[in-house]
Nanobody
Framework: QVQLVESGGGLVQPGGSLRLSCAAS????????RGWFRQAPGKEREGVSCINPDGSTYVAESVRGRFTISSDNAKNSVDLQMNSLKPEDTAVYYC????????????????WGQGTQVTVSS
């Protein structure tokens, strides 16, 4: 059974930082595209950042320069370091994995985590 479990969400002030982690079991993340989506209330789920099996990455323009994706082979995890957080970053953040290559099409990811809430507010 494949399972993705997110952690690290919470409440932070604008300008603050959070580090999200997605721990996988049942699959080896290094062999698939894996990354992060987010969904704010009333909005479509959107891609945030993704890492490909070849090591190349995608970072959405809205978070470029502030968020950094990484993968830890020993922990079989994919992490998202979020700096300089803004109120518009508030959303549920989902870990996704299993596509052949990073894509914005949700259906191409075979596995999803339960989501972790990130709230940026003063």
């Amino acid at each position: 059974q494949v399972q993705l479990v997110e952690s690290g969400g919470g409440l932070v002030q604008p300008g603050g930082s959070l580090r999200l982690s997605c721990a996988a079991s049942g699959i080896t993340l290094d062999y698939v595209a894996r990354g992060w989506f987010r969904q704010a209330p009333g909005k479509e789920r959107e891609g945030v950042s993704c890492i490909n099996p070849d090591g190349s990455t995608y970072v959405a323009e809205s978070v470029r320069g502030r968020f950094t994706i990484s993968s830890d082979n020993a922990k079989n995890s994919v992490d998202l370091q979020m700096n300089s957080l803004k109120p518009e970053d508030t959303a549920v953040y989902y870990c996704a994995a299993g596509a052949y290559y990073c894509t914005g099409y949700l259906n191409e990811y075979d596995y999803w985590g339960q989501g972790t809430q990130v709230t940026v507010s003063s």
